[in-house]
């Protein structure tokens, strides 16, 4: 292959766990490699960009990447890192989910190309939906024993009363079911290579070694690498913000706010993800390593960061958005700026501004700015407050200066429902305009 892959991810963070003989297979021809996602909702957030990531890095290596979307494993739940048993999703929500998923993946890997390293997308509901119990505890039960499935951590935890009250059959079988998906993969597509993070890494060697038992000679080859789970650096969860989990599908994490979750990176995370969630080359990312060390108030790392991820996320087009709706807050913007965002990331940009609800016949026959400012929201304490900020020419409606003489109308709405009101650089107020 053009370049040692392995040798690559282990620069940039992305190997925990290899098995022996991974890295020559993928240096000695194009190899077929699995990450499976589970369903467990309709979008997937940014915990699972570390795996589409691998995807990616993989087939620019010119090898085949295989996205599996656990239809069969996701009816049952998989235990790792788990303290309690999950609670199992109806066929209608697990369709919904896959769905979704895949839509997802689809916007990452092109999964219609016509070369011999084209991704390719499963579910393994596919070849589950048909396997009787008798047929699959008679096949592939036989071939693994307890014992070797009790030694897994992620078993042995939950048996030994470490974490929740034990485990049940449905989910001690998981670790088998993901295994077949390895052994199916291999027999179908040839695949040599199953990755996924650092949890897995007991659910993945039980593919192999299923692998292993149901094959003989060189059909028996099977190889296991897992990435390490991220982490911030001051210990809190990885992908979490104020408002939960941050959403790869821009109508549960707005495109803004998904920028700002980077940007807000601290200096030694974003040392890290810049290796993570980029594909920038070693020489930029050591530049920008060296520039941000030299003055590190410019954020030189994090602004890059947060461009480079938004833009494979989204688009270059949606990062200019979040970029505008970034700087209404802190830089020079206009009235047209404000009027260019969607609500939700008007309403992003302006969480927790204060605000007063006005009906929609006052803002019809026009409100005046004593009335905006003091008397209909109590903005600024008095009416007399009002007159002299007015006087003082420190008033805005929508990012441009007026006077007392201004009058809002329904011209003024954003979104057609907001007008911001602003006194100075800092101080910002929402009218709300509801009917009745």
Not at 137 to 142: H, L, S, T
Not at 228 to 250: C, H, M, Q, R
Request: proline share 2%.
């Amino acid at each position: 292959m053009a370049h040692n892959l392995v040798e690559e991810l282990r620069w940039r963070g992305m190997i925990h766990d290899i098995m022996p003989g991974t890295e020559e297979q993928l240096e000695k021809e194009m190899t077929t490699a699995y990450i499976g996602f589970d369903p467990t909702s309709d979008s997937l957030h940014i915990g699972s960009l570390v795996p589409i990531i691998l995807l990616v890095h993989l087939h620019k290596a010119g090898h085949r990447p295989i996205a599996l979307v656990g239809g069969a494993t996701g009816m049952i739940g998989d235990p790792s890192g788990k303290s309690d048993e999950r609670n199992l999703l109806n066929e209608e929500m697990l369709a919904k989910n896959v769905a979704g998923i895949k839509k997802t993946l689809a916007r990452f890997l092109n999964f219609e190309g016509s070369e011999a390293n084209t991704p390719i997308l499963v579910n393994n509901f596919d070849w589950m939906k048909n396997f009787s119990f008798i047929e699959f505890a008679r096949d592939v039960g036989k071939r693994i024993t307890v014992n070797y499935m009790m030694a897994k951590d992620s078993v042995k935890k939950r048996i030994s009363g470490e974490s929740g009250g034990g485990m049940s059959f449905t989910e001690f079988t998981y670790q088998l079911i993901q295994g077949y998906d390895f052994y199916h993969l291999h027999k179908t597509y040839d695949c040599k290579l199953q990755m996924g993070g650092s949890d897995q890494w007991g659910n993945i060697t039980t593919g192999t070694e299923l692998v292993r038992r149901m094959n003989v000679g060189e059909e028996a080859k099977a190889f296991a690498a897992t990435c390490p789970l991220i982490t911030k650096a001051d210990g809190s969860k990885f992908g979490k913000s104020e408002g939960g989990n941050v959403w790869l599908d821009a109508e549960k994490t707005s495109v803004y706010k998904f920028y700002q979750f980077w940007l807000n990176t601290s200096d030694v995370d974003a040392e890290k993800y810049i290796k993570i969630f980029t594909f920038l080359s070693r020489k930029e990312i050591s530049t920008l390593i060296e520039e941000h060390k030299k003055a590190p108030h410019l954020r030189v790392l994090q602004k890059r960061l947060a461009e480079e991820i938004t833009t494979f996320v989204h688009s270059r087009e949606l990062l200019d958005k979040a970029i505008t709706a970034s700087n209404i807050l802190f830089g020079k913007s206009t009235a047209s700026d404000l009027k260019s965002l969607d609500e939700q990331t008007f309403l992003d940009v302006f969480a927790g501004v204060p605000q007063a609800v006005l009906s929609v016949e006052e803002i019809e026959e026009g409100i005046d700015m004593i009335g905006a400012l003091s008397a209909k929201t109590s903005f600024l304490k008095s009416n007399g407050d009002a007159r002299r900020a007015l006087k003082e020419n420190s008033i805005a409606v929508n990012k441009e200066k007026v006077k007392e003489d201004f009058v809002i109308t329904k011209e003024n709405l954003i979104a057609n429902q907001y007008v911001l009101l602003q006194r100075g650089r800092k101080n910002y107020f929402l009218l709300k305009i509801e009917s009745n």
